[in-house]
């Protein structure tokens, strides 16, 4: 890609800020209060990051391999490791956590390969459910460079595959009478996602979208938020809302001015962003850490902790693990291996 198409690093601090609200979208929807409405925005959220980072990789540096994929295993790998450690001491009395179909899960899991096989759902929450994605991120990485290597050597030829692609894909699951296992995790289904944020970040890098454009997503969001309830499930799949997604993407993408394009440049935010695997992979188990403790205070010390409150601590516990693991563990880990 030559280097008039390649976004300023304000731009894609922009997008990585923008992984943090679609992280705490997904954590809305296992943290309580429980909605069935939360619930479908929190399959978009993991849509839309699937797609911001289909976006991101064009302008990821895969010339050095071995650096790349060190870089990536440390990335990942280690946080999943240390996750999984924390879900089985969150799941510690649960005698069903601690059976050999589980085990084999856990295992499955520990090598990012657990969405390839059906599972039942029961197993996924012993096993700290949300890593599912990385399934689908860990698949993506893999064979990143080589798409790159299409993508800047015939740009029709790569979008013509993903097109074909993606027919296929979309095929599979009608056969599949849209089996929930082989629509939402299924790696090479959801693989999809990433393809077409690539595809639309390499379409649309080099061009400037006016500043109202981005209130148009905005009203776009809002719409969606307030009549979401009322679209049955099969419309809230990636298929029908990919379109929107990749036009919000492209939005903040694009723009140079505006309160978003401000707002998202903040580098808190930013922070966050850089942060949302570690809240994606952390929050579930230290969600049922923090429900047993209240569970306990209330039982043995008649210490009751409005609900309210704990639902606050939960999230404020998430952050500050998250941001502990991100900017001490993680460094530290890398550092030594």
Not at 54 to 71: E, H, I, P, Q, R
Not at 128 to 157: E, M
Not at 262 to 278: C, D, T
């Amino acid at each position: 890609m030559s280097d008039d198409k390649v976004i300023n690093r304000k731009k894609i601090g922009a997008l990585q800020s923008l992984r943090l609200f679609f992280a705490m979208v997904v954590m809305a929807q296992h943290i309580p209060p429980y909605d069935e409405y939360l619930s479908q925005i929190g399959n978009v959220g993991v849509s839309f990051f699937f797609i911001l980072s289909g976006w991101l990789a064009v302008y990821t540096d895969t010339s050095n391999l071995k650096n790349y994929y060190k870089k990536k295993i440390l990335r990942i790998f280690p946080m999943l490791w240390f996750s999984l450690v924390i879900a089985l001491i969150a799941n510690i009395t649960v005698k069903s956590c601690w059976t050999v179909d589980n085990a084999i899960y856990i295992i499955r899991t520990a090598f990012c390969v657990q969405s390839y096989f059906p599972t039942p759902m029961g197993y996924y929450y012993y096993a700290n459910s949300p890593a599912w994605f990385l399934c689908t991120i860990v698949l993506f990485y893999l064979i990143l460079p080589a798409i790159q290597k299409f993508c800047k050597k015939s740009l029709k030829f790569f979008v013509s595959l993903v097109a074909a692609y993606s027919t296929i894909v979309v095929c599979i699951t009608a056969i599949a009478n849209f089996n929930l296992w082989i629509q939402y995790s299924f790696p090479f289904v959801r693989l999809m996602d990433c393809l077409w944020g690539m595809v639309a970040a390499t379409l649309l890098a080099d061009k400037q979208w006016r500043t109202y454009h981005q209130y148009f997503s905005f009203l776009l969001v809002l719409l969606y938020l307030f009549f979401g309830r009322y679209i049955i499930r099969e419309l809230s799949s990636t298929y029908l809302l990919m379109p929107l997604m990749i036009y919000l993407i492209s939005v903040f993408a694009t723009a140079t001015t505006g309160w978003f394009y401000n707002v998202l440049n903040n580098k808190v935010f930013q922070e966050g962003g850089n942060m949302s695997m570690e809240l994606f992979l952390f929050h579930f188990p230290l969600m049922r850490i923090v429900s047993a403790i209240v569970y306990l205070l209330d039982k043995y010390l008649l210490l009751t902790i409005p609900k309210l409150v704990s639902y606050l601590l939960v999230w404020l516990i998430v952050f500050l693990f998250s941001y502990a693991y991100h900017k001490i563990i993680n460094p530290r880990i890398t550092k030594v291996l």
